[in-house]
Nanobody, 126 residues
Framework: QVQLVESGGGLVQAGGSLTLSCAAS????????MGWFRQAPGKEHKFVAA????????YYTDSVKGRFTISRDNAKNSLYLQMNSLKPEDTAVYYC???????????????????WGQGTQVTVSS
């Protein structure tokens, strides 16, 4: 199994940027597709972005397209989420998640990811 630890969250003003990181350990990172999800207060987990094992295919929810970029470095066992032009509605706890597959297709369904990190808080002030 794989263990995931997120970092990089914090407080930022609207229009600012943050980069989240997710460090993986315990298994071969390149065997996993990875995703970012977020949970705002009182709301359910929602898909943000995902990337396949090689990094060759990515997908974003509409609300973050053009502002967020997901990437990975398999040599460093790390996943990233570069977030630009942040908005107050981006405020949430952000989770990285791992799905053991080398398929080309991407899943936006949280239940298809077997492993989750503990989350990192992102707060965007207006």
């Amino acid at each position: 199994q794989v263990q995931l630890v997120e970092s990089g969250g914090g407080l930022v003003q609207a229009g600012g940027s943050l980069t989240l990181s997710c460090a993986a350990s315990g298994d071969t990172f390149s065997n996993y597709a990875m995703g970012w999800f977020r949970q705002a207060p009182g709301k359910e987990h929602k898909f943000v972005a995902a990337i396949i094992w090689s990094g060759a295919n990515t997908y974003y929810t509409d609300s973050v397209k053009g502002r967020f970029t997901i990437s990975r470095d398999n040599a460093k066992n790390s996943l990233y989420l570069q977030m630009n032009s942040l908005k107050p509605e981006d405020t949430a706890v952000y989770y990285c998640a791992a799905r053991r597959t080398r398929a080309w297709d991407i899943s936006i369904i949280g239940g298809e990811y077997q492993y989750w990190g503990q989350g990192t808080q992102v707060t965007v002030s207006s």
